[in-house]
């Protein structure tokens, strides 16, 4: 029997993140049942296919374009009778807003970006219990993303990467369109995805740069903070671009 996943995420990379880890399912545990997964990008979407039913597993990210998965979740869809096991991402959750989660029924919150081995045994664990307990993962001890991200998957890293470098182009389009309007919670949102996927392909450097628009987006920062801020971490986005197809 296919196993119906509903992934609320509105980064594309990240999507693609979780797409191909999840054809790696059959390999990590030959016992999990074959998945089809569905992408939703908003608070809105992702309300119609909750109300629609149907579903095994729910992955969401907590922050979206149009609010926050905690609304879904206060809005009982994790706790209604018949409702499907969650898994959170989140780049940083306290353990009291992890308690705060669990609360309203998440079975797990893992740490955006998650490797690959923790995401392949959360995700086998909560489809045959319906919920997890899993011990933490020790994390490589070398800075090779693909060892520390990937599990040693040099074929499944390069493929991420490819699609982020791709994507890349519409992230510096959307991050140049919020810093031109003034819409600095755009731009926070720009920045929030990014740090998460540079972190994941091995770029640390320009994560904290992401890591540190976003605070200065989300604190209403100076007139000149986010432009240079933004511009910064473009370059370095148009850097990783070039230095891939050159």
């Known amino acids: 029997m ?4 509903l992934l609320i995420e509105d ?3 990240i999507a693609r993140f979780v797409e191909l880890a999840l054809e790696e399912l059959p390999g990590h545990d030959p016992a999990a049942p074959p998945v089809e ?4 990008r908003q608070v809105a979407e992702a309300r119609q296919a909750l109300e629609a039913g149907g579903w095994q597993l729910v992955i969401s990210d907590l922050m979206l374009p149009d609010g926050s998965a905690e609304t879904l979740l206060a809005e009982g869809y994790a706790m209604a009778a018949g409702a499907p096991p969650w898994i959170v991402f989140s780049a940083g959750v306290h353990a009291d807003r992890h308690l705060a989660l669990a609360a309203r029924g998440v079975s797990c919150t893992l740490r955006k970006p998650v490797p690959l081995a923790e995401l392949l045994a959360t995700v086998a664990e909560v489809l ?7 011990a933490p993962l020790a994390t490589a001890a070398a800075a090779d993303p693909v ?7 040099r074929a499944l890293y390069e493929s991420f990467l490819a699609g982020c470098i791709a994507q890349f ?15 600095t919670a755009a731009l926070c949102r720009v920045a929030h995805a990014l740090k998460a996927v540079l972190e994941l392909i091995g770029q640390p450097q320009l994560a904290a740069q992401a ?6 987006a989300a604190a209403g920062a100076g007139s000149d903070a986010l432009p240079l801020g933004w511009a910064g971490l473009a370059q370095g986005l148009a850097t990783l671009g070039a230095r891939r197809h050159s």
């Open 169 to 183: 182009a519409d992230d510096l389009a959307q991050g140049d369109a919020a810093l031109a309007s003034g819409d």
């Open 37 to 40: 997964l569905h992408v939703v």
């Open 128 to 134: 045959r219990h319906g919920s997890t307990t899993p």
């Open 2 to 5: 296919t196993a119906r996943l």
């Open 211 to 216: 890591r540190a628009l976003e605070a200065a």
């Open 147 to 153: 060892q520390q991200h990937f599990g040693g998957d």
């Open 11 to 13: 980064d594309a990379s």
